[in-house]
C-alpha cells in the first residue's frame, strides 16, 4: 500500500510539475514590451503613410475640380465675347453708385444659372430686398474645394479716424476674382483704369489683348483666408471693396506678406489661372515677379 501511495504522489507532483512547465511555456510565448513596441511604431509609419497618400490623392482630385471649374468660367467669357464683342467690367456700378455688380454676373446665363441671374437687378443697390435671394446665394462653381471657406462673409466699413466698423452686407463667397492687372484695385484714382483684363469703368475686347490672349493671365485663385470675395458685387463703402471682386499681380502667388489683393492658393507651390485663350495653368509661387506682372498685363 505504501509504495501504491508513493507512487500516486509522485504521479501526482510530476503531473502538477508539467502544468507549471506548460504555464511557463505558454506565458513565454507572448510578445514582449519591446516587440509590441516595434509593432505599434510599425502600424503607426504604416498609417501615416497610408492617410498622407490618401489626403494626396484627395487634394489632387480638388486641385482637378478647380481647373475644370475654371476652364467652364472661361468658356462662359469667350461666349460672352462673342455674343457682346467684349468681356464684362470688372465692376458695373448702379445709378446711385453706391453699390458695383462683379464680372461674373452677366455670365452667369452662359454658366447656366439664369435662374439665379434673374433674381439680381443690377439697377438697384445691393442691399436692396430686392437682391436679398441673391446674396445668399453660393455658388460651387465660384469656390475652389481646396479652400477653407464660410457659405458667406460680412462686409465692413471702418471709420478711418475711429478705426470703428460697421457691418455693411453679407455676401456669398468665391474663391475666382478678374485680374485688374499689376495696379492695386482699391488703390486707384476713381478714374485711373488697370493695366489687366478687368477694370472699373468700361469692358476690354480681344484686341487690346495685344501680347497675345495665351500670353495673360485674365482670372485667379484666392484664399478667403487672405480677404473674402464674392462673385456677387460690393458695397462701395466697404473696406478693400474692389478687391472684393478683382486681384492685382505684383509679387507672387501665395505670397505671405503681400497686399491683400494679390492672388494665392492652398494648392502647394502656386495658383491656378485662366489664361485669356481659355486654358488653365498653373503658376509657381517661384515665378520672377517681372515675368508675373507682365503676364498680368494686356498690352
Known amino acids: 500500500m505504501r509504495s501504491v501511495s508513493g507512487y500516486r504522489r509522485r504521479s501526482r507532483n510530476v503531473l502538477r510539475s508539467s502544468c507549471i512547465a506548460a504555464e511557463v511555456t505558454r506565458f513565454r510565448r507572448g510578445f514582449t514590451i519591446l516587440e509590441l513596441l516595434t509593432v505599434f511604431g510599425i502600424v503607426s509609419t504604416l498609417a501615416a503613410l497610408f492617410l498622407s497618400a490618401i489626403g494626396s490623392v484627395r487634394e489632387s482630385a480638388r486641385r482637378l475640380q478647380c481647373t475644370n471649374q475654371l476652364k467652364q468660367i472661361g468658356l462662359a467669357l469667350h461666349n460672352y465675347h462673342d455674343q457682346f464683342r467684349c468681356f464684362p467690367m470688372g465692376l458695373q456700378y448702379e445709378r446711385t453708385l453706391q453699390s458695383a455688380y462683379g464680372w461674373s454676373v452677366p455670365l452667369l446665363p452662359f454658366l447656366e444659372q439664369r435662374a439665379v441671374y434673374d433674381t439680381i437687378d443690377r439697377n438697384q443697390t445691393l442691399g436692396d430686398p430686392v437682391n ?52 492695386e484695385p482699391d488703390e486707384l484714382d476713381p478714374y ?29 485663385e484666392r484664399m478667403m483666408a487672405r480677404v473674402p470675395s ?64 507682365q503676364l498680368s498685363k494686356r498690352r
Open 132 to 183: 436679398a435671394s441673391a446674396r445668399e446665394r453660393t455658388l460651387a462653381l465660384f469656390l475652389c474645394p481646396s479652400d477653407i471657406i464660410t457659405p458667406t462673409f460680412t462686409l465692413y466699413e471702418e471709420d478711418e479716424a475711429t478705426l470703428v466698423t460697421t457691418p455693411l452686407v453679407d455676401l456669398p463667397t468665391a474663391n475666382y476674382v478678374g485680374v485688374f492687372g499689376t495696379l
Open 230 to 293: 464674392t462673385w456677387l458685387g460690393v458695397d462701395v463703402h466697404g473696406e478693400d471693396a474692389e478687391c472684393r471682386l478683382l486681384g492685382n499681380a505684383f509679387t507672387s502667388p501665395n505670397c505671405e506678406v503681400c497686399d491683400e489683393c494679390e492672388f494665392d492658393s492652398r494648392h502647394a507651390g502656386g495658383a491656378n489661372f485662366l489664361w485669356g485663350d481659355g486654358r488653365v495653368q498653373f503658376v509657381s509661387s517661384s515665378i520672377d515677379s517681372g515675368v508675373y506682372q
Open 192 to 220: 485711373q483704369e488697370g493695366d489687366g483684363a478687368f477694370l472699373h469703368f468700361r469692358p476690354t475686347n480681344f484686341a487690346e489683348f495685344t501680347r497675345g490672349l495665351n500670353n495673360t493671365i485674365i482670372i485667379g
